[in-house]
Each structure stands twice: as C-alpha cells, then as structure tokens.
C-alpha cells in the first residue's frame, strides 16, 4: 500500500465512521459503525459553520477515547472520507485510516443495520483547524500562496458550476489566480488512487514548489481534502483546505474569473 491514511482492513477495536448519507446508513453499514453524514453537508468558512464542524470534531474526540484509532469510509472514492479525514488532521487528531476498499464490495458477513449517528450541538468556542482556511484569508493571499483549483477542467473554465448535478443559473467560473490540477488525475481506471510515484509526477508536472504555502479549493471541499491528504504524504509542508470553495466564494463579491450563469 503506498499511501500511509488508507487500509484494505478494518483494524479491530476502531471507531468506525461511516461519512455516507444517513439514509444509506440506515439501511446497511459496517457493524458497529456511527453515521457520520455531517461529512456530505455543506460548510462556508463563517463562525457559525465553524462552530458546527468545531462540535462534531469534539465528539468524535470525546469517543476515540474508547478505541485504537479511527476507520472513515464512504461509497467509493473516498472523496468524504478524506474531508472527514482532512478535518480530523487540522484538529490535530492523526490516529485515522480511511477504507480503501468500495462499500459495494463488502462482505455482507461485515454488514448490519445503522443504529447510531453523531449529533452534536455546536462548540460554544470554534477549534482551531490548523488546514483549514477562511473566505477572508483566500482573499488576502491570493498572490502570495499556490491556489489550486481542483475540479474537473469544465468547472475551472467556467463551463459547468458544479461536476454534479449542476443547478440552471448557477454562477460558474473560478477564483482568479487559481491553476487547475483535476482531481480525477489521483485516480487509475478502478477508482483506486495510483501510486504515489506516479501522483508525484503528476503534481510535479503542475510546477508546484513543496516549501511554498498551497491552498487547494472544488465546489464543497471534498475533493480538495483528497489532494490535501495526498500532498501531504508528497512532502507538501503548508497545505490548507478553503472548506467553503467556489459554493461559498460564488455567493460573494469578490473578483471571478471565466464568470458565467449556466444554462443547461
């Protein structure tokens, strides 16, 4: 296994995290897991949202405290895994592995119903997530860091809002400055991440400096905390998250480049 934060396993006594949606959780999880949907949900960089994130990260502090280490695993790619994952490491908490294996592809002998999601109520005092950056601090440095924008190149040039289910007249478009790494260029054929020598190559290719400060954005923060965790394990010292992403920058005032209002 060349990359360190994933497991074909599931290593005993974990907490187990299961980051799809809580429907799909309801209906069959790994035995034992809790819902961790919250990792799907939206998040801006304001203090509200940071607060919401700040009371789920202290739960699942609170009850690691009973297990050795931690297991995140969604549907397939992992891309909420890692945003979980990505979280929990800008929290300073770094005793997690993410399921490397698709949910599809279980035995069903590992499978049951999900009983138990985690609900908590908002910190009264946000965490400090130490990968994580805000709308006003993008805006500040937009000159001074590596901005990467890791959609697919439709997104980057301003021709879809979103990959997914993309919305009639969503603003399409990207932060300006921002270079484009897509992310599906972590991926082989299966869906698995390729080896890390030839995810290096790949970032290399981009011209990214390891000792420069790198911000990663998407549309919601998944994706870009699948390549946080990858630079990282590259020899990247200062990566951060812009959790809020095109879905909170579009909303505001700030500069946009490739601007446009899409229509299907």
């Not at 999900?114 to 500040?140: M, N, R, W, Y």
């Not at 959609?151 to 400055?177: A, N, Q, Y």
């Amino acid at each position: 296994m060349s990359w360190n934060f994933l497991t074909p396993e599931i290593p005993e006594d974990s907490l187990i995290l299961d980051c799809r949606s809580d429907n799909q959780y309801r209906e069959s999880t790994i035995k034992g897991a809790i819902g961790a949907s919250f990792a799907k949900k939206p998040f801006g960089s304001g203090p509200q949202s940071m607060a919401k994130l700040s009371g789920f990260i202290e739960e699942v502090r609170n009850r690691m405290q009973k297990h050795r280490g931690i297991l995140i695993f969604d549907e397939g790619q992992g891309m909420y895994a890692s945003r979980l994952g990505w979280l929990l490491h800008s929290a300073g908490i770094k005793d997690f592995l993410i399921l490397s294996r698709k949910f599809a592809e279980l035995e069903p002998s590992l499978l049951g119903g999900g009983t138990e999601t985690l609900d908590s109520p908002p910190a009264d005092k946000p965490s400090t997530f130490q990968g994580i950056c805000s709308i006003s601090h993008v805006q500040v440095n937009l000159t001074k860091v590596q901005l990467v924008d890791v959609r697919t190149p439709e997104e980057h040039e301003g021709k879809l809002p979103r990959m997914v289910s993309p919305e009639p007249g969503s603003i399409c478009g990207k932060i300006p400055g921002s270079m484009n790494f897509d992310w599906r260029r972590l991926y082989d054929a299966k869906g698995n991440l390729k080896p890390r020598p030839d995810v290096l190559s790949a970032i290399r290719s981009m011209g990214l400096i390891p000792e420069r400060p790198t911000i990663l954005y998407d549309f919601n923060g998944a994706r870009s905390s699948t390549m946080a965790l990858v630079l990282t394990r590259c020899g990247y010292k200062h990566v951060s998250v812009y959790l809020g992403s095109w879905m909170e920058w579009r909303k505001s005032s700030l500069p946009k480049q490739n601007y446009k209002v899409w229509k299907p």
